[in-house]
């Protein structure tokens, strides 16, 4: 194997895992703020990158949330959710939704779907989806969701890789 290579046949350690993570980072994604609304009607949302398309027929996609997130009930009892796949414009907008922060929303421009749940102004895509499954797999719940429907915009999405947001290079 070539020098440069770093071969971690096992995760054992502090630092096997701050490798792992750096590793996974190589993997560049998009970001999303996935939303919902609570019993109280509280909206609620999160920054994901796990999201992913899963099928085309039917139309499914794929996130999955942190067990210890305070967002899991909600999104446990939420029949439907939004994705909101965001624009480069909107660095910003995926920072706040990462904090634990009372109100997310403040100050963050959205409206609202047929279904009462956000949707976010000035984002790239917004997939209105129904929950089908939920699996837990580690420390993570899966979510797997029907598309109920779609909308796509002209905005350029943005980018996560190795812990940092980036816009779209030069096709290749
Ligand atoms: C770029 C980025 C991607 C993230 N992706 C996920 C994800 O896929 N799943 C998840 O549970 N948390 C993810 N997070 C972390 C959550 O956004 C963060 O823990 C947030 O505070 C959770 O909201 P909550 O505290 O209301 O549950 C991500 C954070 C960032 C910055």
Request: glycine fraction near 6%; aromatic fraction near 10%.
């Amino acid at each position: 194997m070539n020098a440069a290579l770093q071969a971690i046949p096992q995760i054992d350690s502090p630092q096997d895992s701050r490798a792992l993570r750096t590793a996974l980072g190589q993997f560049a994604t998009g970001i999303t703020v996935v939303t919902t609304r609570a019993a109280d009607g509280a909206f609620v949302g999160l920054t994901v990158n796990s999201f992913s398309a899963l099928s085309l027929e039917p139309a499914l996609t794929l996130w999955s949330l942190r067990c210890s997130s305070p967002s899991l009930p909600v999104f446990e009892k939420a029949e439907r959710f939004v994705v909101n796949v965001l624009a480069e414009a909107q660095v910003e907008v995926s920072r706040r939704f990462a904090l634990p922060l009372a109100d997310k929303f403040d100050g963050v421009a959205h409206a609202e779907n047929a279904w009462g749940l956000p949707l976010i102004h000035g984002a790239a895509a917004w997939f209105e989806c129904r929950t089908v499954s939920r699996q837990f797999a580690g420390d993570h719940c899966l979510f797997i969701a029907e598309v109920e429907r779609f909308t796509l915009s002209e905005a350029a999405p943005l980018l996560f890789h190795a812990g940092g947001y980036f816009a779209l290079g030069s096709r290749l």
